[in-house]
């Protein structure tokens, strides 16, 4: 019965806090709504028992991406957003893109559960190598570090290549920018930065030319 | 019946672990304040109680009798749920903190992976606390600390992969017990000092203290609270800091286990040795509080992503070879 009772608190909160992300007009609080989405998923991911998953969704989405999102929105004006996406006219030209892709979504995941559902054998998981006495963190790195190396290897290569790639598209080389050198500074001698003159009486002196 | 009972077992066990880590968070603020002065041949807070001891009883006295402003401009929802959050997650960490092979609230497979996941989780405080004040100071004070504890969470957890390379489990207290014959302070000491430092950073501690910087920020994120709400987010970060001390500990310095296995030794219990290892890691965090100035922010970045996480990268490359070549990996 707990288990139950847990389960339905977790999900209820999950699926509320999904709506409000997109139903909330501050884009800072749909960011706070995805985080607690993010973290009642975690939750139910720990219920069944994947706590590795769980505890990993915490750290990478809450703790990294989240932050990532929030950094992003809370730099832009909440207040001029709202005037734009609101009550311009501009906003309609994305609405038949944003449906088109909701019912692909939609599509492909009835594609994946119905066929999950009705015919199981074509995802068998029994083919891999995953024992079901290991906890999950051990068979989780039996998978991946061990059977699947090279796949797991090369997908972490498309990700690196992708992050130079963005990168360097983004980057920039600026003229002008003042740049401090670490070492320069700590190896400043005060011979350089001062020097001592007699001052003859009243002639004064000329430093800067 | 039967989940009553459960239930009302649990509380009184969280409140027996609970109530001791607000009083010594409490304690450690006074310690804090001791040690920083006496290294500046200062007394510190010693005239209410034995030595000042109840100083911070005091100050939680006049916090609590304080009135607390809400700006009227900010975002109301957050600015109250910023201290609650920083506070809750500072308490809940202590559940898998282990004080002897069996006094552990809650004994997880998981257990490192968890206390990682809260303390990343620290960061919505002071964002939230400092996005919601709707004020310039708290909100340039929360973007630096996010930026800053992103970063260095980044070497903490790969400085954590270190260690796991030497036990083989993630359980907190397989990691002590598998420091029975050598504690991991020995073997991986320099992974040790880049913990040490990354803490630091991780809990907004001085040299790194740029989110509450008081010369050019006021107080950082904290700057609009006041009363009972600034109580709750000072305290939830001297728990954080007692909680980085107690990981420390556990990761390197043996945990629970008594440095010497030998007969007056052994009967002292694991939690006293705990507590006494958690004691000498927070006097060190004092100790630099008070000697080494704040660092510049470019510098703390460069620190953080430039020399710490290539040299844990590095040092996890040699660990595991080390092991697999010497055929000391450990068997799961």
């Not at chain 2, 620290?122 to 004020?135: D, E, T």
């Not at chain 2, 040790?192 to 509450?212: G, H, K, Y």
Request: proline share 4%; net charge neutral; aromatic share 14%.
């Amino acid at each position: 019965m707990a288990h139950a009772i847990f389960f339905y608190t977790f999900s209820i909160i999950a699926v509320i806090s999904a709506i409000m992300v997109t139903a909330s007009k501050n884009t800072v609080h749909s960011v706070f709504f995805l985080i607690l989405d993010f973290i009642s998923i975690s939750c139910l991911f720990i219920m069944i028992g994947a706590e590795f998953l769980g505890m990993i969704m915490l750290i990478v989405y809450v703790g990294a991406v989240a932050v990532l999102f929030l950094f992003v929105v809370m730099m832009l004006n909440v207040a001029q957003q709202k005037n734009q996406w609101f009550a311009g006219h501009q906003s309609s030209r994305h609405i038949p893109v944003g449906f088109i892709i909701s019912i692909l979504i939609f599509f492909e995941i009835i594609i994946v559960i119905g066929g999950w559902k009705y015919k199981p054998e074509i995802f068998d998981i029994n083919n891999s190598t995953a024992q079901t006495t290991l906890s999950n963190t051990h068979s989780l790195g039996q998978i991946l570090y061990t059977d699947y190396i090279h796949v797991f290897q090369i997908s972490g290569m498309v990700l690196l290549v992708a992050m130079i790639g963005a990168i360097v598209l983004t980057f920039r080389q600026r003229s002008g920018v003042k740049r401090q050198s670490y070492i320069k500074q700590i190896s400043r001698e005060r011979a350089e930065g001062v020097e001592v003159l007699e001052v003859q009486n009243n002639k004064g002196i000329k430093i800067d030319d | 019946m039967e989940y009553i009972n459960i239930i009302f077992q649990e509380i009184y066990k969280i409140l027996f672990l609970l109530i001791p880590v607000l009083v010594s968070v409490a304690m450690i603020v006074w310690l804090d304040r001791r040690v920083w002065a006496f290294v500046q041949k200062r007394q510190g807070p010693n005239v209410v109680g034995p030595f000042g001891l109840l100083q911070s009883l005091a100050d939680a006295l006049k916090y609590i009798f304080k009135e607390i402003i809400i700006p009227a401009s900010s975002n109301k929802v957050i600015f109250i749920l910023a201290p609650i959050v920083t506070m809750t997650l500072a308490l809940i960490a202590w559940a898998v903190i282990p004080f002897g092979e069996t006094q552990v609230l809650a004994n997880i497979n998981v257990g490192i992976l968890y206390l990682f996941a809260v303390s990343s989780l620290g960061v919505y405080g002071i964002i939230m606390g400092g996005w919601a004040s709707n004020s310039k100071y708290p909100f340039l004070g929360a973007i630096r600390s996010a930026a800053q504890m992103v970063s260095y969470e980044v070497s903490i957890g790969i400085i954590i992969i270190n260690v796991l390379l030497c036990v083989g489990s993630l359980n907190l207290n397989d990691i002590v017990l598998a420091q029975q014959n050598l504690w991991f302070v020995v073997p991986l000491f320099p992974m040790f000092v880049i913990f040490f430092i990354s803490a630091l950073a991780e809990t907004n501690r001085p040299p790194f203290d740029l989110p509450e910087a008081e010369a050019e920020l006021v107080a950082g994120y904290q700057t609009e609270y006041s009363g009972m709400m600034y109580a709750m987010f000072w305290l939830g970060e001297y728990a954080n800091i007692l909680l980085m001390c107690a990981l420390g500990s556990i990761l390197f310095l043996g945990g629970w286990l008594s440095p010497i296995d030998l007969y007056p030794f052994n009967l002292i219990p694991g939690g006293l040795w705990l507590i006494l290892k958690i004691l000498l890691l927070f006097i060190l965090f004092a100790l630099v509080k008070a000697i080494v100035p704040r660092y510049r922010y470019d510098q703390l970045m460069r620190l953080g992503w430039k020399i710490f996480l290539p040299l844990s990268l590095t040092w996890v490359v040699l660990t595991a070879s080390y092991l697999f070549y010497f055929n000391l990996l450990p068997a799961n």
